[in-house]
T-cell receptor, first 109, second 116 residues
Framework: GQNIDQPTEMTATEGAIVQINCTYQTSGFNGLFWYQQHAGEAPTFLSYNVLDGLEEKGRFSSFLSRSKGYSYLLLKELQMKDSASYLCAVRDSNYQLIWGAGTKLIIKP | GAVVSQHPSWVICKSGTSVKIECRSLDFQATTMFWYRQFPKQSLMLMATSNEGSKATYEQGVEKDKFLINHASLTLSTLTVTSAHPEDSSFYIC????????????FGNGTRLTVT
């Protein structure tokens, strides 16, 4: 079966750096997405990786290793507003999106 | 700005009634839209894929006669929850794909449905 694993919850301090890991086993691979979802709101797109390596976008970076079935989302200079759930999603060989359960990130002052 | 508009944002209805949720693509044509459901503290669950001009494709376990999907135009898809029950209370979110294969899904703001 298809599976995506992320930690359920993480805690970090304002101003610090946090890395949220995602491992996946899917039927084929056509890209990996990271989304941010605040409580009670819909997800918003953060990043997309299809080739190995690091994609940087401001305070957020996302890394992919296809051979390891692994990705991480790196958040720098954490702000209180970064408290949210972070969803990892993989597009499989049928271009279906497989979603992880999300990682709830708690930022403490 | 938002590229997918969803309405209403929240709705409370009585058990046994039906509720319609609209999802509109703004400034682009969406031949395919996706309907998700999310229960508290759980991940997104794809309910169905809505295809313009044809029948929706439902995921396993989703009752097509209960969750009616209509995609009559390139900018509008609707989800009707028929004969709603309290267990249908959830967060319903529509999304659309804009662009090619590497493009992300863009989500509407979601509809919080509460069935009393």
């Amino acid at each position: 079966g298809q599976n995506i694993d992320q930690p359920t919850e993480m805690t970090a301090t304002e101003g610090a750096i946090v890395q949220i890991n995602c491992t996946y086993q899917t039927s084929g691979f056509n890209g990996l997405f990271w989304y941010q979802q605040h409580a009670g709101e819909a997800p918003t797109f953060l990043s997309y990786n299809v080739l190995d390596g690091l994609e940087e976008k401001g305070r957020f970076s996302s890394f992919l290793s296809r051979s390891k079935g692994y990705s991480y989302l790196l958040l720098k200079e954490l702000q209180m507003k970064d408290s949210a759930s972070y969803l990892c999603a993989v597009r499989d060989s049928n271009y279906q999106l497989i979603w992880g359960a999300g990682t709830k990130l708690i930022i403490k002052p | 700005g938002a590229v997918v508009s969803q309405h209403p944002s929240w709705v409370i209805c009585k058990s046994g009634t039906s509720v319609k949720i609209e999802c509109r693509s703004l400034d682009f044509q969406a031949t395919t839209m996706f309907w998700y459901r999310q229960f508290p503290k759980q991940s997104l669950m794809l309910m169905a894929t809505s295809n313009e001009g044809s029948k929706a494709t439902y995921e396993q376990g989703v009752e097509k006669d209960k969750f009616l999907i209509n995609h009559a135009s390139l900018t509008l898809s609707t989800l009707t929850v028929t004969s709603a029950h309290p267990e249908d209370s959830s967060f319903y979110i529509c999304s659309a794909l804009i662009g090619g294969e590497g493009s992300p899904l863009h989500f509407g703001n979601g509809t919080r449905l509460t069935v009393t």
